[in-house]
Nanobody, 123 residues
Framework: QVQLVESGGGLVQAGGSLRLSCAAS????????MGWFRQGPGKEREFVAR????????YYADFVKGRFTISTDNAKTTVYLQMNTLQPEDTAVYYC????????????????WGQGTQVTVSS
């Protein structure tokens, strides 16, 4: 089992920044990839970014390239999402996820999910 706890969400004005954190505990040594997804009002959950726990390779959705950065701490038990130049369309509940196998942009490739943290960007 892997437990995930997100933090760092909040209300920010357009153009501002937030840093989300996701602390993982449990069988983190067996995880392969860690990712961030988001779900806006009335929308489906969508992929934001992922990072390979072993190689550190990152991959981003096109709509966040150049604005968001995913990273982990040295112990690779906390994953961060630095979000810059936030826009109102970034308003969503942001979820972190951990996959024990190959992880992709599909939510189904992740095995464990956090409870989500709300990010609201005002115009």
């Amino acid at each position: 089992q892997v437990q995930l706890v997100e933090s760092g969400g909040g209300l920010v004005q357009a153009g501002g920044s937030l840093r989300l954190s996701c602390a993982a505990s449990g069988r983190t040594f067996s995880s392969y990839g860690m990712g961030w997804f988001r779900q806006g009002p009335g929308k489906e959950r969508e992929f934001v970014a992922r990072i390979s726990r072993l190689s550190g390779h990152t991959y981003y959705a096109d709509f966040v390239k150049g604005r968001f950065t995913i990273s982990t701490d040295n112990a690779k038990t906390t994953v961060y999402l630095q979000m810059n130049t936030l826009q109102p369309e970034d308003t969503a509940v942001y979820y972190c996820a951990v996959g024990l196998g190959i992880t992709t942009v599909q939510p189904s490739s992740y095995d464990y999910w956090g409870q989500g943290t709300q990010v609201t960007v005002s115009s």
